[in-house]
C-alpha cells in the first residue's frame, strides 16, 4: 500500500467524535497546534490522552504494523517502533 492510499484510511476519531481519514486528522492536528500555539498540550491536543491509538488501531486493522484489538475493537497492543517510523513517513508524504 502507498502512502498516499495509506493516507486515505479511515478510522473513528473520538476525540474528533466523527470519521476521519489519517490525512484529515493530521491535518487537523497540525492547525490545532498552529491556533494553540504555546497553550497546545503534546499529550492532550484534542482534550484526551492516548489520542494516537485511534491511528494505530487502523493501522493494526489494515495489517501497516504488528498488533492486537481487543474485542471492542480498540488497542490492545502494537508494535510501536513501527508505528512511529510509519507515521513519521506519512508525515513526511504529507
Request: hydrophobic fraction near 35%.
Amino acid at each position: 500500500m502507498t502512502n498516499e492510499e495509506i493516507l486515505e484510511l479511515t478510522f473513528k476519531s473520538t476525540d474528533l467524535n466523527q470519521r476521519v481519514s489519517i490525512r484529515s486528522y493530521l491535518k487537523e492536528l497540525l492547525q490545532t497546534l498552529w491556533t494553540e500555539q504555546e497553550s497546545f498540550s503534546g499529550k492532550r491536543p484534542f482534550g484526551n490522552s492516548g489520542w494516537t491509538h485511534d491511528i494505530y488501531s487502523c493501522l493494526v486493522e489494515n495489517n501497516l504494523i504488528k498488533g492486537k484489538l481487543d474485542e471492542d475493537g480498540y488497542l490492545d497492543s502494537y508494535d510501536e517502533e513501527a508505528a512511529e517510523k510509519l507515521m513519521l513517513k506519512l508525515i513526511e508524504s504529507l
